[in-house]
């Protein structure tokens, strides 16, 4: 632990130091089909709680179209929630068909053994329940829309269950 403690020290303090002056031009000329880059990852280990889910800045919302059904829509838009009261969980509905087709962005913090990371997934609406189709790192994800308007999620992963409650961001 002392050594781990110890790394994470030099790690900061690394991240501290300045970089040389480097000599620039008087003129400053726009770049010409700039775009824009998200701005870099922290290197400080404590700026980012291990349990922090991350939705990279480029994933989109698009409001679902006029034929969509309201209990369909309803799912639209960023979710963010804890699992098991510990492990930030995030799902962005980015997309929904009027037939209940969804594309979802799913950030997770630490869980079990899963390091946080993100991933890209597609699911389908049925009743009040959206079920995304197997993530990359093995996840299978179900949420289902409460009365109140939250959504109680489930998450299997590893024969482990996790489940916790998502609001809308």
């Not at 870099?40 to 280990?45: E, R, T």
């Not at 962005?92 to 962005?105: H, K, L």
């Amino acid at each position: 632990m002392r050594n781990m403690m110890l790394g994470f020290l030099a790690l900061a303090l690394a991240a501290c130091q300045s970089a040389p002056a480097v000599p620039q031009s008087a003129t400053i000329e726009p770049a010409s089909d700039a775009v824009a880059v998200p701005p870099p990852l922290a290197l400080d280990p404590g700026a980012v709680p291990p349990d922090s889910a991350i939705v990279d800045q480029s994933v989109t919302i698009t409001p679902p179209a006029k034929g969509v059904p309201t209990k369909y829509a309803a799912f639209s838009g960023m979710w963010t929630g804890r699992l098991e009261g510990t492990s930030e969980a995030k799902v962005a509905v980015q997309t929904i068909s009027p037939n209940g087709q969804v594309t979802v962005t799913f950030a997770w913090g630490n869980l079990g053994d899963n390091n946080p990371g993100e991933a890209a997934g597609a699911g389908k609406i049925l009743g009040r329940t959206l079920k995304l189709g197997r993530l990359p790192n093995g996840a299978d994800v179900s949420l289902v829309m409460l009365p109140e308007g939250t959504l109680a999620g489930t998450v299997t992963l590893a024969d482990q269950t996790y489940t916790g409650t998502f609001t809308k961001q």
